[in-house]
C-alpha cells in the first residue's frame, strides 16, 4: 500500500501563487500526477512527472503556470503554481502509477493510489 498526503492548497487571490506537495508513503519513486476536481465534473488531468524526474506533462490549461517537480529523497512531489485564475479552483489530487516504466499517464483510471486531496480557491 502507498499513502499520499497532499498539502499546500488554501485560498488566494488572482494572479497569486501557490505550492502543493504530495508526500508518499515508502521508499519507492513512482510515476506521479496531478488531478483535479470540481463539483459536478470528472476529474481532470492537470500535469504528470516520470519516476525519475523527467520528462513532464501539462494540461494546456496550465501551461506555462504549473511546475510539477519531485525530490526523491524525501518523497515529495510538488505542484508550483503561479498565475492562478478563479477557474483553477477546484481538488487537487496526487495519483501514483508504480509501474517501473517511466511514462505519464492521463487518464485518473490507470493511477493505483490517490491522495484525500486539497481545496484550491482562486478568488476574482
Known amino acids: 500500500q502507498v499513502q499520499l498526503v497532499e498539502s499546500g492548497g488554501g485560498l488566494v487571490q488572482a494572479g497569486g501563487s501557490l505550492r502543493l506537495s504530495c508526500a508518499a508513503s515508502?521508499?519507492?519513486?513512482?510515476?506521479m500526477g496531478w488531478f483535479r476536481q470540481t463539483p459536478g465534473k470528472e476529474r481532470e488531468f492537470v500535469a504528470g512527472?516520470?519516476?525519475?524526474?523527467?520528462?513532464?506533462s501539462y494540461a494546456e490549461s496550465v501551461k506555462g503556470r504549473f511546475t510539477i517537480s519531485r525530490d526523491n529523497a524525501k518523497n515529495t512531489v510538488y505542484l508550483q503554481m503561479n498565475s492562478l485564475k478563479p477557474e483553477d479552483t477546484a481538488v487537487y489530487y496526487c495519483?501514483?502509477?508504480?509501474?517501473?516504466?517511466?511514462?505519464?499517464?492521463?487518464?485518473?483510471?490507470?493511477?493505483?493510489?490517490w491522495g484525500q486531496g486539497t481545496q484550491v480557491t482562486v478568488s476574482s
Open positions: 495519483a501514483a502509477d508504480t509501474s517501473r516504466t517511466p511514462r505519464i499517464l492521463r487518464v485518473e483510471y490507470e493511477y493505483d493510489y
Open positions: 515508502g521508499r519507492a519513486s513512482y510515476n
Open positions: 512527472i516520470t519516476w525519475g524526474g523527467s520528462p513532464t
